[in-house]
C-alpha cells in the first residue's frame, strides 16, 4: 500500500493547536498570512533545528475561495523570517506564489518573483512549485519553471482541488520531488493520479498536505471538555491543547517517516 514519504498535519497556525503539533513532533503545516513573529522567529525554527519538518502554505487557495487578493510581500516575509532563522532550512516547505487554476497568471507570477523563489532555493529550502493546468501540458509546466528559476532543485507542487491536474496530465512529469496539495487520504481520483506519476517516477521522493484539525474537530472538542472537568493544576497548556495534543497520538497521519 502507498505512503507517502512525508504527511504533513496543515491547520496548526493557531498557537494552541501549533503547540501541540510540536510538542508531538509531527510533521506541521501553517498558513503564512497567519503566523505571528513568535512563530517565525521561535516557534517553526525550533521545530526546524530539532530535526522535524515544516510546511507553510502561501495561503492563496483560501484567498482564492474568498475572492480575495494574496498579499505576496507578507507571504514573503514570513517565509524569509523562518528560513533565515533555521540552522536546517533543508526541512522547510514554502509554496512559491501561483493563481489557482490559472497558469498564465502564474507563470506572470514566477517572472517577477523569480529572483527571490530562487534565493530561496539557494538558501536550501524546498520550494513547492504549483503546477496549474491550461494550455500547456503539466510536463511542458514544469519545463518553463526550470526555464524560469534557472535550476530543477525545487520539488513539483501537484493541486489536489476542483482545478486540479488529470491523470494524464500528471503522466507528463518526469521530476525527483513531488507534493500533493491539498490532500493526504487517497482518494480513487488522487490514486489514479499518483499511479501515473509513480509509473514515470519509481525513484521520486513523495509527500503531501492536509489539514488535519478539519475532520478531528468532534474529537478535539469532547477531549478539551474532559480535560476542563480534570481542572488540573499541574499543567501550563491549554485544555485545546491537551486535547490536541490526544488526538494526535491516536490518530496522526500515516507516513514513512524514513
Request: aromatic share 8%; proline share 3%.
Amino acid at each position: 500500500m502507498f505512503k507517502f514519504d512525508l504527511a504533513f498535519h496543515s491547520g496548526m497556525s493557531s498557537r494552541s493547536d501549533l503547540r501541540a503539533a510540536v510538542d508531538e513532533g509531527v510533521p506541521v503545516g501553517v498558513v503564512a498570512t497567519l503566523l505571528d513573529v513568535a512563530k517565525t522567529i521561535l516557534v517553526l525554527p525550533r521545530h526546524l533545528d530539532a530535526g522535524f519538518a515544516v510546511f507553510i502554505d502561501s495561503g492563496a487557495f483560501a484567498a482564492f475561495q474568498k475572492r480575495e487578493v494574496v498579499e505576496w510581500a507578507r507571504v514573503f516575509r514570513a517565509y524569509e523570517s523562518v528560513l533565515h532563522m533555521t540552522d536546517r532550512p533543508q526541512k522547510l516547505s514554502i509554496v512559491a506564489p501561483d493563481v489557482i487554476g490559472d497558469q498564465r497568471g502564474t507563470l506572470a507570477l514566477w517572472e517577477v518573483h523569480a529572483e527571490r523563489v530562487r534565493a530561496w532555493i539557494d538558501a536550501g529550502a524546498r520550494v513547492i512549485i504549483p503546477l496549474q493546468c491550461g494550455e500547456l501540458s503539466a510536463g511542458s509546466m514544469l519545463d518553463r519553471a526550470k526555464q524560469i528559476f534557472k535550476t530543477d532543485r525545487f520539488c513539483a507542487g501537484i493541486p489536489s482541488n476542483l482545478e486540479a491536474m488529470t491523470a494524464a496530465d500528471a503522466a507528463t512529469l518526469r521530476h525527483s520531488d513531488f507534493h500533493i496539495l491539498g490532500r493526504v487520504i487517497l482518494t480513487e481520483e488522487l490514486k489514479s493520479k499518483l499511479n501515473a506519476l509513480l509509473a514515470n517516477n519509481p525513484a521520486a521522493y513523495y509527500t503531501a498536505d492536509a489539514n488535519w484539525l478539519r475532520s478531528r474537530l468532534r474529537q478535539i472538542s469532547s477531549a478539551a471538555q474532559v480535560f476542563r472537568q480534570e481542572r488540573s493544576g499541574t499543567s501550563w497548556d491549554s485544555s485545546r491543547t491537551r486535547a490536541v495534543r490526544s488526538v494526535l497520538r491516536k490518530d496522526a497521519y500515516d507516513f514513512k517517516q524514513a
